[in-house]
T-cell receptor
Framework: AQSVTQLGSHVSVSEGALVLLRCNYSSSVPPYLFWYVQYPNQGLQLLLKYTSAATLVKGINGFEAEFKKSETSFHLTKPSAHMSDAAEYFC?????????????FGQGTILTVHP | NAGVTQTPKFQVLKTGQSMTLQCAQDMNHNSMYWYRQDPGMGLRLIYY???????DKGEVPNGYNVSRLNKREFSLRLESAAPSQTSVYFCASLGQGVTEAFFGQGTRLTVV
């Protein structure tokens, strides 16, 4: 069975500050990991994904994440927060192969950005 | 290119009523999925269809049925709605050789 834990249901940062959203996973098989962003009343948009290639993954809007197998983590970072980054962020894991769309999601982290 | 389209966007039902949530994708994807989103719980998989003509249960299938009408369309039916089914429902699709699912805009359902 797979599971995802996002540490911190709410994270608040100042504009221009570092954004760090934490995600830890458990998986019995090599995982495929995703970060999605959800803006208010919108669907989910893919930020970035790890599918067993480079462990440091760069995504859209300046976000990146590093897959650390030894720590079973896939934390999301952005060097400088922008007001437009305010949204809810979801970490998700799948088994890959024919199961890429069968995602197990974390609980979500709401990011607030203060001026 | 609309991607994944869900209808309706909002719905209020009375307990015991039935309804069908519609989902259509125009990306020629083989696989389609229904998730529900509840506060503090992320998204959970209800049902999925790996290909046209097949459907399988996900993590939380009780109280729901699905139909893969054709390659484009995947509907979710609530036969007798309950307040516990108040949620935001998302449809997603995945193409062969693609590694990430594409999501619709969601249907916000309230059961009173």
């Amino acid at each position: 069975a797979q599971s995802v834990t996002q540490l911190g249901s709410h994270v608040s940062v100042s504009e221009g500050a570092l954004v760090l959203l934490r995600c830890n996973y458990s998986s019995s098989v090599p995982p495929y990991l995703f970060w999605y962003v959800q803006y208010p009343n919108q669907g989910l948009q893919l930020l970035l994904k790890y599918t067993s290639a480079a462990t440091l993954v760069k995504g859209i809007n300046g976000f990146e994440a590093e897959f650390k197998k030894s720590e079973t983590s896939f934390h999301l970072t952005k060097p400088s927060a922008h007001m437009s980054d305010a949204a809810e962020y979801f970490c998700a894991v799948s088994k890959g192969g024919t199961s890429y769309g069968k995602l197990t999601f974390g609980q979500g982290t709401i990011l607030t950005v203060h001026p | 290119n609309a991607g994944v389209t869900q209808t309706p966007k909002f719905q209020v039902l009375k307990t015991g009523q039935s309804m069908t949530l519609q989902c259509a994708q125009d990306m020629n994807h083989n696989s389609m999925y229904w998730y529900r989103q509840d506060p503090g719980m992320g998204l959970r998989l209800i049902y999925y269809s790996a290909s046209e003509g097949t459907t399988d249960k996900g993590e939380v299938p009780n109280g729901y049925n699905v139909s893969r009408l054709n390659k484009r369309e995947f509907s979710l039916r609530l036969e007798s709605a309950a307040p516990s089914q108040t949620s935001v429902y998302f449809c997603a699709s995945l193409g062969q050789g693609v590694t990430e699912a594409f999501f619709g805009q969601g249907t916000r359902l309230t059961v009173v």
